[in-house]
């Protein structure tokens, strides 16, 4: 079975560009949760998605929204990026019934300059 | 909302030799706490979890143990080799729901000396 997969593995932007970023779940995982990874943070919390809904959300401002699709496929978006929002952004998925247990995709490496 | 912390950022053994991290929570809710290893350009990989209804858990070189009164709960490696070197992250949550979300730990940086 294919791992949860991410496009595109890399990506340069300029300050106050938009991205959007595309995580592919493994097959018959519906909850998709995004994770922005830093030195300094660590691993964060963004956002969680089951079913096209999301249904948490961690403290992250407004620019970063995301959305799933009918095949629990999953964009998130960053609008007017910053500086600071240069980090590593995790996808994972989870079994129904078992969101706990998730797996993490290679990520996708934003650099904003 | 949840915190958890983690020791030591960084550690290096000998191969052959155990490594112990450890981590406490705060969230006396939190029931499930998962391990990952994270290696050099790519995303962290589940290693090992346990639930709070265990006390133990192991899988071969790896175990992990929870002492929920003490809210804390440690990984540990034995026979260490060079591929053991990696990040490793613990992580705590409520499990199941709607209102689910994992906190990690900062992580540790593992460095197994050949």
């Known amino acids: 079975k294919a791992g949860v997969t991410q496009t595109p593995r890399y990506l340069i932007k300029t300050r106050g560009q938009q991205v959007t970023l595309s995580c592919s779940p493994i097959?018959?995982?519906?909850?998709v949760s995004w994770y922005q990874q830093t030195p300094g943070q660590g691993l964060q919390f963004l956002f969680e998605?089951?079913?096209?809904?999301?249904?948490n959300k961690g403290n992250f401002p407004g620019r970063f929204s995301g959305r799933q699709f009918s095949n629990s496929r999953s964009e998130m978006n960053v609008s007017t990026l910053e500086l600071g929002d240069s980090a590593l952004y995790l996808c994972?998925?989870?079994?129904?019934?078992?969101?706990?247990?998730?797996?993490f995709g290679p990520g996708t490496r934003l650099l904003v300059l | 909302g949840e915190n958890v912390e983690q020791h030591p950022s960084t550690l290096s053994v000998q191969e052959g030799d155990s490594a112990v991290i450890k981590c406490t929570y705060s969230d006396s809710a939190s029931n499930y706490f998962p391990w990952y290893k994270q290696e050099l350009g790519k995303g962290p990989q589940l290693i090992i979890d346990i639930r709070s209804n265990v006390g133990e858990k192991k899988d071969q070189r790896i175990a992990v143990t929870l002492n929920k009164t003490a809210k804390h709960f440690s990984l540990h490696i034995t026979e260490t080799q060079p591929e053991d070197s990696a990040v490793y992250f613990c992580a705590a949550s409520k499990g199941g729901g709607s209102n689910y979300k994992l906190t990690f730990g900062k992580g540790t940086l593992l460095t197994v000396n050949p």
């Open positions: 994972a998925s989870s079994v129904p019934g078992q969101i706990e247990t998730q797996y």
């Open positions: 998605y089951f079913s096209e809904t999301q249904r």
């Open positions: 097959s018959g995982h519906r909850s």
